[in-house]
């Protein structure tokens, strides 16, 4: 039987890599699957992977808009009556030593790792409480475990995700929500095509699997979290498919 029947999902960063694979796989596991990115064409481009029986929508928005963010979740909980599960796989990476790092750099990798999953998570909880509870799955990553050079903002925000998520499973359990983070390792994802290949190589050489993931490895793990009774128990948890790169 379909894991996700019955169940309303809304994907944040779905219109690329690691949000489009858990989009698809939810869609294929029975849930309604509601699209939202800043790509208008990644969107689309996911869409078409969401083969599943159950209604799809796409919302156009950026995570750094907190309005846009709460009408975007009020729109889809409109079109698909309700809300029961977020994961929020927005993010950006930019690899820049710290002693170059200007506080531009460092506002537009916050903006959007870390506030841009307060914005969500934030304006998705009302929804869930009207629904008698939710999953809040948020994509961190095992920097924000182990830290790593020349990402000292996206390590920060990581860590930061990590945290949040921690004190909303704590906030939101009342409400009958439960909040998790993943922290994949390195994952084959347009998200890292700007890393240098210096940094690749040093990386590749630290994981006991020697191999980056690929989004399609990652999303189950999302899809343990979201299901029951598989994900009943977890809460405030950070689960890491990450190649053995960080071992907690
Ligand atoms: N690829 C990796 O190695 C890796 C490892 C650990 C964690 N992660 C995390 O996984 C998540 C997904 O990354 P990915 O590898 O799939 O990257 P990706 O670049 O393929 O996808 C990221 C998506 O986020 C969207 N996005 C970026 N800024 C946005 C904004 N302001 N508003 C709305 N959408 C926005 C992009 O349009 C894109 O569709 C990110 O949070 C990333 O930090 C990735």
Redesign the pocket.
Same mark, same amino acid.
């Given at each position: 039987m379909a894991q996700l029947e019955g169940k309303v999902a809304v994907v944040?960063?779905a219109? $690329?890599? +690691?949000?489009a694979a858990i989009a698809a796989l939810f869609s294929s596991e029975g849930a309604q699957v509601a699209l939202a &990115?800043?790509?208008a064409a990644?969107v689309e481009a996911t869409r078409a992977r969401c083969i599943g029986p159950a209604k799809v929508s796409s919302h156009v @928005? &950026? @995570?750094?808009d907190a309005a846009a963010v709460e009408a975007a979740l009020a729109a889809a909980a409109e079109e698909h009556g309700g809300i029961d599960i977020l994961v929020n796989?927005?993010?950006?990476?930019e690899e820049v030593p710290v002693l170059e790092m200007t506080p531009e750099a460092w506002d537009r990798t916050i903006g @959007? &790792?870390l506030t841009?999953v307060f914005h969500t998570a934030r304006y998705v909880a009302p929804h869930m409480i009207e629904r008698g509870g939710g999953r809040i799955i948020n @994509?961190a $990553?095992?920097l924000g475990i182990k830290g790593g050079t020349g990402l000292a903002h996206y390590v920060a925000a990581k860590a930061g995700v990590i945290g949040l998520d921690k004190a909303l499973a704590l906030e939101l359990a009342p409400h009958n929500i439960l909040v998790n983070s993943i922290a994949?390792?390195? +994952?084959e994802?347009?998200? +890292?095509d700007g890393l240098s290949e210096d940094w690749k190589r040093d990386k590749r050489a630290e994981l006991p699997i020697g191999r980056f993931g690929t989004?399609e490895e990652v999303a189950p793990t999302a899809l343990l979290l979201a299901a029951s009774p598989s994900g009943d128990l977890y809460t405030g948890q950070t689960l890491g498919p990450n190649s053995g790169d960080v071992m907690p």
């Open positions: 944040v960063g219109a $690329s890599g +690691i949000g &990115d800043r790509s990644g @928005v &950026d @995570v750094t796989s927005a993010g950006i990476l @959007v &790792d841009g @994509v $990553s095992q994949p390792g390195p +994952i994802t347009p998200l +890292i989004a």
